[in-house]
């Protein structure tokens, strides 16, 4: 008997919300954040991006920069990408691929679990 059967690529999890989705919105179940590449209606399959490379808002202002490699989190309370994880709130999206300045309103994440 197999201990485990091959689902797919697992680029994409399979999600359906109780509310509206929009596109590019951030969705945290658990521990696993993924990206609404499309927008999905409430009670209707659709699929959360939990691989690939997003620009993901960020705050601005003095102590914002993000350095290139440094692990990023997901604040759901401010809906922005930081790199504190508040104490185990805000939950990991992913490495900076790029840095973000200061004034940079978003920061470049490669997604990972």
Same mark, same amino acid.
Do not use: C
């Given at each position: 008997?197999?201990?485990?059967?091959?689902?797919?690529?697992?680029r994409s999890?399979?999600?359906?919300?109780?509310?509206?989705?929009?596109?590019?919105?951030?969705?945290?179940?658990?521990?696993?954040?993924?990206?609404?590449?499309?927008?999905?209606? /409430?009670?209707?399959? =659709? &699929?959360?991006?939990?691989? @690939?490379?997003?620009?993901? +808002?960020? !705050? %601005?202002?003095?102590? *914002?920069?993000?350095t290139?490699?440094?692990?990023?989190?997901?604040?759901?309370?401010?809906?922005?990408?930081?790199? /504190?994880?508040?104490? =185990? &709130?805000?939950?990991?999206? @992913?490495?900076?691929?790029? +840095?973000? !300045? %200061?004034?940079?309103? *978003?920061?470049?994440?490669?997604?990972?679990?």
């Amino acid at each position: 008997m197999a201990l485990a059967t091959f689902i797919h690529e697992g680029r994409s999890i399979d999600y359906t919300p109780g509310s509206d989705v929009a596109a590019g919105a951030v969705v945290v179940q658990g521990e696993l954040v993924g990206i609404a590449k499309l927008d999905i209606k /409430a009670n209707t399959l =659709g &699929a959360l991006a939990v691989a @690939g490379v997003f620009d993901i +808002a960020k !705050a %601005t202002g003095g102590g *914002t920069a993000i350095t290139a490699g440094a692990f990023v989190h997901w604040d759901s309370t401010n809906s922005i990408a930081t790199t /504190a994880d508040g104490g =185990g &709130a805000n939950k990991r999206i @992913g490495k900076a691929v790029a +840095a973000a !300045a %200061t004034t940079d309103a *978003t920061v470049r994440v490669r997604l990972s679990q």
